[in-house]
């Protein structure tokens, strides 16, 4: 679908690939892309960006679930230090 056709509703214009990649690199800048993703994740400007914005926050809560799991049942058994030390040894 060209970019120039649409005739719909505003609400209901198609993102651009670029845009998508826009977002996504946008969304994973540490502290800016979370507060950009809560405020598009309740936008009524554009239905898609609104979904995009709600999928990538589904994936930061799954990612930070997955973190603290990890953290919590499987964390490596040594330290970072001594990790790097026996690395370095080899």
Do not use: H
């Amino acid at each position: 679908m060209a970019k120039y056709n649409y005739k719909g509703p505003e609400e209901f214009r198609p993102i651009s690939p670029w845009a998508y990649f826009g977002y996504s690199v946008l969304f994973t800048v540490p502290l800016i892309g979370l507060i950009v993703n809560i405020v598009l994740c309740f936008d009524n400007t554009n239905i898609n960006k609104r979904n995009f914005a709600r999928a990538f926050w589904c994936i930061y809560v799954v990612v930070v679930i997955a973190v603290v799991l990890v953290i919590a049942f499987g964390g490596p058994e040594q330290s970072l230090d001594e990790y790097i030390a026996s690395l370095n040894e080899a």
